[in-house]
């Protein structure tokens, strides 16, 4: 079977790590790289620490619009399933790259699968959940990490072809913890001590583009009294500058540029509370028990909320510093919601 698979953004490199490291035990896989994320930090280093395959055929997209973004992933990706004629094209997620793949191949009649498919959050405003809605819904094979996913997709009325795996990041996480464990030196490095500093990741357009609620993080994260080691996504550092508030957050917090998985693993693993609002994060510190505060209004890891190890804060300024100097959960809550590492093997076999 000829597979090809898209990747675009850091998150996607971390779950096609695991599936293609399965998939390609006996089958042909043909990476196609839109080149969404392009940064050194941001994309080539996850290929080096996750031994991804060098990609098939790099599109170099890079930054702009949605429309634009979307519509030339598409125009390109077209032109190499017209090329390669795949039996399979897998997808990973909700981002522009998830989608551009998912139209091209429906378009030209070509399975499509979905990893990840079926999650929610009900905020259309999120360029995301327009994303992750339309893939499913022009998909032929859904694999869905979580139980409510399988439900969301029955309430919009697909039920066929639709098979709950587990969570392929969580084969990555179990996979690599031990090894982050051992090769990082990121600790040491940032000069902290193991559950004495918090993790902060901002990324989400709700919170970068509109410049009350990155004052209000930014207002927030200076009058906590803790180490806050904040890794800086390229939107943010833009926003932030075009905002006049970065040299108030540097000042409070501690920037680093973004950091590579085995980094990023480690300093979550040690981490006191993790605060994001990436979807992503959300899950990884949930698996690795460590209290996560998100700093949006909805999520669609629901389970993470309802075991009582994540709550939503919004940009709020008050909420986030009441639940960040009070949130203490319960081991007694935690169940294991996320699958046990082998979502990967699930979805390789089904594909089969
Ligand atoms: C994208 C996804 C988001 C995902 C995130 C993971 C969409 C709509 N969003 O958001 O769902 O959670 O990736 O990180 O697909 N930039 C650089 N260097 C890079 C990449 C981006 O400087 O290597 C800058 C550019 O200024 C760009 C901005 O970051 O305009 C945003 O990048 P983009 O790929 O549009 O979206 P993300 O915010 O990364």
């Known amino acids: 079977m000829k597979v090809t698979s898209i990747l675009g953004v850091r998150p996607q490199f971390v779950k096609s790590s695991v599936v293609s490291r399965e998939l390609r035990k006996k089958h042909e896989e043909i990476l196609i790289h839109t080149g969404q994320h392009y940064d050194y930090q941001m994309n080539k280093v996850f290929f080096e620490q996750l031994n991804i395959p060098e990609p098939d055929y790099l599109l170099d997209i890079g930054s702009g619009s949605h429309g634009y973004q979307t519509g030339e992933m598409l125009k390109k990706i077209e032109e190499v399933l017209v090329k390669e004629k795949p039996d399979i094209v897998l997808?990973?997620?909700?981002?522009?790259?998830t989608l551009a793949g998912a139209l091209a191949a429906s378009k030209l009649h070509i399975k499509t699968a979905h990893v990840e498919s079926g999650l929610r959050s009900f905020d259309k405003s999120m360029p995301?959940?327009?994303?992750?809605?339309?893939?499913?819904?022009?998909?032929d094979i859904l694999f869905c990490p979580t139980m409510t996913a399988v439900e969301n997709l029955k309430k919009e009325g697909i039920e066929e072809n639709v098979y709950l795996t587990?969570?392929?990041m969580v084969d990555s996480l179990l996979y690599n913890r031990e090894i982050a464990e051992n090769k990082s030196t990121i600790i040491n490095y940032l000069g902290i001590k193991s559950k004495g500093y918090l993790i902060a990741t901002i990324h989400r357009a709700s919170n970068t583009d509109n410049e009350e609620n990155l004052k209000n993080i930014?207002?927030?994260?200076?009058?906590?009294?803790?180490?806050?080691i904040f890794p800086l996504h390229p939107r943010t550092e833009k926003f932030l500058k075009k905002y006049g508030l970065y040299d108030r957050l540097k000042s409070s917090v501690s920037l680093i540029q973004p950091?590579?998985?085995?980094?990023f693993i480690k300093l979550m693993d040690h981490a006191k509370m993790i605060l994001t609002d990436s979807g992503g994060v959300q899950k990884e510190a949930y698996v690795l028990k460590v209290p996560c505060?998100?700093?949006r209004e909805n999520t669609e890891w629901v389970e993470t909320i309802n075991d009582g190890w994540n709550v939503l804060v919004g940009a709020d300024k008050e909420r986030i510093l009441e639940t960040v100097n009070s949130f203490s959960p319960s081991l007694n809550t935690h169940c294991n919601r996320f699958g046990n590492g082998t979502a990967s093997a699930n979805i390789v076999s089904i594909l089969k």
């Open 91 to 97: 997808t990973y997620g909700d981002t522009n790259s």
């Open 128 to 139: 995301e959940e327009i994303n992750r809605t339309v893939t499913d819904h022009c998909s």
């Open 166 to 168: 587990g969570d392929v």
């Open 218 to 228: 930014v207002d927030a994260f200076s009058e906590l009294n803790e180490t806050i």
């Open 259 to 263: 950091l590579g998985f085995l980094e």
């Open 293 to 295: 505060v998100t700093l």
